[in-house]
């Protein structure tokens, strides 16, 4: 059954409320698998993956600060590009791209000597990315209704 009825358009979407409301969200995802010791398996996992060793090989650590600070630019960040660009085509792309960004941060750390505590930042992302799609498909967003094809 289609919950759209033809002759109704989709409701006219925002930026700035959708945007912190998205990128808050994320952050308190992310926080609370923090809290519930998920973050630190998901890191243990990912130094496994890029080290030999594991995660007892890293002699340094990034301070807590500087993840949660990235966390927080990426999603709002990423909520607000996805939610001002033109285009189902482009948002996933820009998504998908930040979600590899992110994930090719491990292995960098690792090479210096940092262990690749990245799941904080990266689950912030992916949610993030999700939600405001989500949010740009449900709505008719300002970017759409502003571009014109001039002949």
């Not at 998205?22 to 890191?43: P, R």
Request: positive net charge.
């Amino acid at each position: 059954m289609n919950r759209h009825h033809p002759t109704r358009p989709h409701p006219v979407g925002h930026l700035l409320l959708p945007t912190a409301a998205i990128g808050g969200m994320s952050l308190v995802l992310a926080a609370g698998l923090d809290l519930l010791g998920v973050l630190t398996q998901v890191n243990v996992g990912i130094a496994r993956i890029v080290s030999r060793g594991g995660a007892e090989t890293f002699p340094k650590h990034l301070p807590a600060w500087c993840l949660w600070l990235a966390a927080g630019i990426f999603s709002f960040a990423l909520a607000a590009a996805i939610l001002g660009t033109l285009g189902a085509f482009r948002r996933v792309f820009l998504w998908f791209s930040a979600v590899i960004v992110l994930a090719a941060w491990a292995p960098v750390l690792s090479l210096a000597a940092h262990a690749p505590e990245i799941a904080g930042p990266w689950i912030a992302t992916v949610w993030s990315g999700v939600c405001a799609l989500v949010y740009s498909i449900r709505q008719r967003m300002p970017a759409n209704e502003n571009f014109t094809i001039s002949p």
